[in-house]
């Protein structure tokens, strides 16, 4: 391993379980997920590998595809620790979406990433070309950027402490400066500055991933938003989905898409 890539390897490490938990909550988030049971399925943004890891028992095959070098870099380690089973199973790979084949996977999971893409629409198409027909993508992400924490832990590495919907009240261009003045961050993780924020989260809110999911080319199976195991914020889902301020509170959104048979 390169030396240079060590500091960040162990950073990863050290949040694997934490990471682990998150895919097992985000698996139950869905009413139903079964369908990649010895199916070919695709992990798009598969980051650390953890949701690949969790699927590789049960699926036929599953491949991560993410287009950061040193996440891909680190999964590939990671899974050099698992049986030969798992590996015979897994695959990664550095690559775009746009390089895999047409009609490649039963199934697509993704999660976390709708956030941070520049153009969904297009994303969505590609997802829809590279699924077979009858297949399944199963899709999470959030929080969104209007929601009460929706700058994905910013303002806190920033300032050390965060606060609903501060980084609204702050600003894009406050923020970033604040972010890439301070040294609170991790020197680790952190080694960039952040020159424009849309680089990193492309500031859309619910009602638009609402639209472009509802005009796709899917079949949409299921769709939810603010999808929480908080019972407490489960009493107010209605009222925080179907207000006028919709946008700053819609948190997240999960669906399970459909491609047709024919």
């Known amino acids: 391993m390169n030396d240079d890539n060590r500091g960040i390897f162990d950073y990863f490490e050290r949040f694997a379980e934490i990471n682990t938990g998150l895919v097992r909550q985000f698996l139950k988030r869905f009413p139903f997920h079964k369908s990649y049971i010895k199916k070919d399925v695709l992990d798009f943004g598969s980051g650390t590998g953890c949701l690949c890891f969790e699927l590789a028992e049960k699926c036929g095959s599953i491949t991560g595809i993410d287009t950061d070098r040193l996440l891909c870099e680190y999964s590939k380690k990671k899974l050099r620790t698992f049986p030969e089973s798992y590996q015979n199973k897994i695959t990664f790979l550095n690559r775009e979406l746009e390089s895999l084949e047409d009609s490649s996977y039963d199934v697509i999971f993704s999660k976390d990433v709708f956030e941070h893409t520049e153009n969904t629409e297009t994303l969505l198409e590609e997802m829809y070309r590279i699924l077979k027909p009858g297949g399944e993508c199963l899709i999470g992400f959030g929080p969104?950027?209007?929601?009460?924490y929706g700058d994905h832990g910013i303002?806190?590495?920033a300032f050390g402490f965060s606060f609903p919907w501060l980084h609204l009240i702050l600003g894009e261009k406050n923020i970033v400066r604040a972010f890439n003045n301070s040294s609170l961050h991790s020197?680790?993780?952190?080694?960039?500055?952040?020159?424009?924020?849309k680089s990193y989260l492309n500031l859309k809110p619910g009602e638009y991933f609402r639209e472009i999911i509802q005009k796709?080319?899917?079949e949409v199976i299921w769709y939810g938003e603010n999808i929480n195991e908080n019972w407490f914020l489960n009493l107010f889902k209605s009222f925080m989905v179907n207000s006028i301020l919709s946008r700053f509170f819609i948190r997240n959104i999960y669906c399970i898409l459909k491609k047709p048979n024919s």
Not at 144 to 148: A, D, F, K, R, T
């Open 144 to 148: 969104l950027w209007y929601s009460p």
């Open 155 to 157: 303002v806190k590495r």
């Open 187 to 197: 020197k680790e993780f952190s080694k960039s500055k952040i020159t424009n924020l």
């Open 216 to 218: 796709s080319s899917f």
